[in-house]
């Protein structure tokens, strides 16, 4: 006993008292004393028994317990813009993926307003979207920079440029734009908006991938990020100019209500995603 208690740091009366307190509770002695030490009863080898399988089980609990901590495993809700999905988000959650094998997640696309509003919802974990009205409510983590580019036929007359061009070149054009309203399409609107002029769009669609296939067919020129029409070069007829402008140069973000309500999995992949940046609340 006084070895125990020296591992164990505490007094040897106090072992004695613990074992008093089973004895109490079970009825039966576990211990019996003698001059020279002490023996183990029968009882007090099937207590002791018992105990080492709880101690291991509360061991394996904590362990167990401790994934869910780190985020590796469990489910995670993600709405995410078409630009984060078509542009990054591929790679990422697959680089993710190999690091949290245990975890799923569920992908939702929608435009940068709808995430907002399944995130206030609490429809989804995590948002990414553009900064769009409303995104100062939540808290907001930076994810990825893109760039916005003029995705043009290869026979149209800005295709001659090389290098940038000013968004100011293309407003008088006839445009392929997104459904709906798109962060992107209310950046269009505003910026032409700015400049005196109102957006010509003749054809809406619904994806990226569908905006250059109509600018490439000629039915407009398209605005889209840069990234994604570079997809298409040497697929399609079709050339990519970024855009000179600075507003052309955008910020993706991470959107969530806070991080105290962020669940143990969902805080993983705010984390993973971020890359190591630092969360700026509002």
């Known amino acids: 006993m006084a070895r125990a208690a020296e591992r164990e740091f505490i007094a040897p009366s106090a072992i004695s008292r613990r074992i008093a307190d089973i004895e109490a509770i079970v009825g039966l002695p576990l211990i019996q004393r003698h001059q020279r030490g002490i023996t183990v009863t029968p009882v007090g080898e099937t207590v002791r028994r018992y105990a080492e399988r709880i101690l291991g089980t509360i061991e394996s609990l904590g362990a167990e317990l401790s994934q869910f901590h780190e985020g590796a495993r469990g489910s995670v809700r993600i709405a995410a813009n078409l630009s984060a999905i ?5 790679e990422d959650l697959a680089a993710f993926g ?34 769009v009205e409303g995104i100062e409510a939540f808290t907001m983590v930076p994810y990825r920079r893109d760039r916005l580019a003029v995705i043009l036929p290869a026979g149209h007359p800005l295709a001659a440029r090389t290098g940038e061009i000013p968004f100011s070149a ?4 006839t ?52 990234q994604v029409g570079q997809l298409y070069v040497g697929k ?16 993706l973000w991470l959107v969530f209500p806070s991080r105290e309500q962020l ?20």
């Open 175 to 226: 445009l392929v734009g997104l459904q709906g309203n798109s962060a992107l399409t209310q950046m269009l609107r505003q910026q032409a908006s700015a400049a005196g002029e109102s957006l010509r769009i003749k054809i809406r669609v619904s994806s990226l991938d569908a905006l250059c296939r109509m600018a490439h067919a000629g039915l407009g020129i398209a605005i889209a990020p840069e």
């Open 98 to 131: 190999r690091v949290f094998s245990a975890v799923d997640v569920e992908l939702d696309e929608q435009h940068s307003n709808e995430v907002l509003q399944r995130v206030a919802e609490r429809a989804v974990d995590v948002g990414i979207c553009n900064a």
């Open 170 to 173: 293309c407003v008088g054009e």
């Open 236 to 251: 399609l007829d079709v050339v990519v100019r970024p855009l000179t402008d600075e507003w052309a140069h955008r910020q």
């Open 263 to 282: 669940s143990a999995t969902a805080s993983a992949v705010v984390n993973f995603l971020a890359q190591g940046q630092s969360p700026q609340s509002h």
């Open 86 to 90: 078509v542009q990054f988000l591929p």
